[in-house]
């Protein structure tokens, strides 16, 4: 294990000295924070964004838990939040304004899109959406009022990559702000600011937390944006996480580098069981020879995941729907990233009879947890006899 990783997750913004010396640090789970005079509150107060004043803005535990996560990501600060949506949401908004436009990669997770379309479309920011898998879309896209790039490589869904530091390059003429969703990553297998991005955001709740018992998000960058933000969108917004969230986060992040580890190994043995399989049209899966971004995943990639999609030779969604159904040793649920292995067949949005999403019918998420592979496959094998 590399010593400066083993530092970060089990040592780093921890004050033994402050907490009883205790192995796991305390949870400070106050809401309000007292000074012994009115001279010692108002210095407190004149720094409210490093000093722990009310919860909603700096709390201890919090504030351990940030300066991991901004150390794993090799950025100066990072944020907490409530939710993953709740932190690309805060950076947009704090890096735009009525006029102003934004270039997002087609097909981003749900709650970033509705972001764009059903919110800030009505206080009178324009986007528009382009193919990622060409860096030069961004550069085409751009317009006078352009303020911001959106990115998130690999998608979650069908798993096309962006060159962030192509992307980055393309900002950077412009004096425009870039933003890339990591979530399917995580810190270990891909830095975008060591690409040149300026902003990372995550979904804590998937591997950052790895235990399926918190929803929280981050956002990283640099110390000037993390304030901006922080003084700004997340206390005026008041998306802050629980003290004892940010504690189980931190509990989850001692065994980050050996759950994504476990993950990554057994996901490359699923996707390759898969891709042989005579019933199974098309895998997903970036480190896979077939993808037609295999390069650049390996090239700006250090591992990848355990998600993947696959879409199977059913006879309509009643096919899909057998296959689903028989695998036991995969929930049926939204997310990912815990130790449990979960699928997600998009057509459980289908109505009777009807599709209407831009995914193929036929798609399937996979997500390899921790159990052993062996079983998996099994159970993929027996599912897939069904179709």
């Not at 010593?3 to 789970?29: K, S």
């Not at 005579?278 to 250090?302: D, G, I, N």
Request: net charge negative; aromatic share 8%.
């Amino acid at each position: 294990m590399n010593d400066d990783l083993a530092h970060i997750l089990n040592h780093l913004g921890e004050d033994r000295e402050q907490g009883f010396h205790a192995v796991v640090p305390p949870v400070v789970q106050s809401g309000n924070f007292t000074y012994p005079t009115v001279a010692a509150m108002r210095e407190a107060v004149a720094h409210e964004l490093e000093r722990p004043v009310y919860t909603r803005g700096v709390n201890p535990t919090v504030a351990t838990v940030r300066k991991k996560l901004a150390a794993l990501e090799h950025a100066e600060d990072a944020l907490l939040f409530s939710s993953g949506s709740a932190a690309i949401a805060a950076a947009v908004i704090s890096f735009v304004k009525a006029g102003d436009h934004v270039v997002c990669v087609a097909k981003p997770y749900t709650w970033t899109r509705k972001l764009l379309q059903e919110l800030l479309d009505r206080f009178g920011v324009t986007h528009t959406f382009v193919d990622g898998t060409d860096a030069e879309n961004y550069r085409r896209a751009i317009t006078p009022a352009t303020r911001l790039f959106i990115t998130e490589s690999p998608l979650s869904l069908t798993f096309e990559l962006q060159d962030l530091r192509a992307v980055a390059a393309i900002a950077k003429e412009h004096g425009i702000v870039t933003l890339c969703d990591n979530s399917y990553s995580g810190p270990l297998f891909q830095r975008p600011i060591d690409l040149g991005i300026d902003l990372v955001a995550h979904s804590g709740t998937k591997y950052l937390n790895g235990h399926s018992d918190v929803v929280c998000g981050v956002l990283a960058g640099s110390s000037a944006h993390m304030r901006q933000v922080l003084g700004r969108e997340l206390m005026t917004l008041g998306a802050a996480p629980s003290p004892h969230d940010a504690w189980l986060l931190m509990r989850g992040l001692r065994t980050l580098e050996l759950r994504m580890q476990r993950s990554a190994d057994s996901a490359e043995r699923v996707a390759r069981f898969l891709a042989s399989h005579p019933k199974v049209r098309q895998v997903y899966w970036p480190f896979l020879e077939s993808h037609p971004q295999h390069a650049l995943a390996r090239r700006q990639m250090q591992r990848c995941g355990g998600l993947m999609s696959i879409r199977v030779q059913a006879d309509g969604i009643a096919g899909v729907e057998r296959f689903s159904n028989a695998l036991k040793r995969f929930l049926i649920a939204v997310s990912w990233g815990g130790y449990e292995s979960l699928q997600y067949p998009v057509c459980v949005t289908a109505g009777p009879g009807a599709w209407t999403s831009e995914l193929p019918w036929d798609l399937v998420r996979l997500y390899v947890g921790l159990e052993d592979p062996a079983l998996l496959i099994e159970n993929l094998e027996q599912a897939l006899e069904l179709m």
